[in-house]
């Protein structure tokens, strides 16, 4: 089955600590996004990457960093810069000739 | 930028009865507009979504969508609700300037169905 896996699913942070969230597609994808959901906020955009060894900020990415040495895999690293990463996380994808994203199960990131 | 507007935070409604959520939208021209549903702890499906052509457009789960230009909005309906479409609702829209087609999301109506 095509679709996208986040991992893991709950994630626990010490203080100072950096910590990387996996995302995966097999959809063959082009262009691969990384949201941050915190409730009544709805989802803010954090990175996106279109190909492989590109990759731009989107709206909040101070304190977060990515790669994209794959097409088919689109890490996040949250650093000890990020003041309040307790959040919940989700990656996305989509064809780059179309515009509808699909989106992974997401990873809950919880600061100890 | 572009922004989304999703006025209702919270909606109640009986099962069986209606539904309609509201979304707004400001954007220069008519952007790509799509719904999303998100159960708790999930991530996000698509109900539907307007791209050109008709404006009305049917979705998934019994969904339907009417994109009104004069209006900038791109409002949901469901004419009989079930206990399962219990949810929050995401209204996103795509600015279609960007080849990156980022999304922009409102804050997310929270839809509950009372038995």
């Known amino acids: 089955d095509g679709g996208i896996t986040q991992s893991p699913k709950y994630l626990f942070r010490k203080e100072g600590q950096n910590v990387t969230l996996s995302c995966e597609q097999n959809l063959n994808h082009d262009a691969m996004y990384w949201y941050r959901q915190d409730p009544g906020q709805g989802l803010r955009l954090i990175y996106y990457?279109?190909?492989?060894?590109?990759?731009q900020k989107g709206d909040i990415a101070e304190g977060y960093s990515v790669s994209r040495e794959k097409k088919e895999s689109f890490p996040l690293t949250v650093t000890s810069a990020q003041k309040n990463p307790t959040a919940f996380y989700l990656c996305?994808?989509?064809?780059?000739?179309?515009?509808?994203?699909?989106f992974g199960p997401g990873t809950r990131l919880t600061v100890l | 930028a572009q922004s989304v507007t999703q006025p209702d935070i919270h909606i109640t409604v009986s099962e069986g009865a209606s539904l309609e959520l509201r979304c707004n939208y400001s954007?220069?021209?008519?952007?790509?507009l799509f719904w999303y549903v998100q159960s708790p702890g999930q991530g996000l499906q698509l109900l539907l979504k307007?791209?050109?052509?008709?404006?009305l457009v049917q979705g998934i789960k019994g969904f339907e969508a009417e994109f009104k230009r004069s209006q900038s909005s791109f409002n949901l309906r469901k004419p009989s609700v079930h206990w399962s479409d219990a949810a929050e609702y995401f209204c996103?829209?795509?600015?279609?300037?960007?080849?990156?087609?980022?999304?922009?999301f409102g804050r997310g109506t929270q839809l509950t169905v009372w038995p």
């Open positions: 954007y220069g021209a008519t952007p790509y």
């Open positions: 996103a829209v795509d600015d279609r300037g960007s080849t990156l087609g980022r999304l922009y």
């Open positions: 307007y791209f050109s052509g008709d404006t």
């Open positions: 990457s279109q190909i492989v060894n590109d990759f």
């Open positions: 996305a994808s989509k064809e780059s000739s179309y515009n509808e994203q699909f």
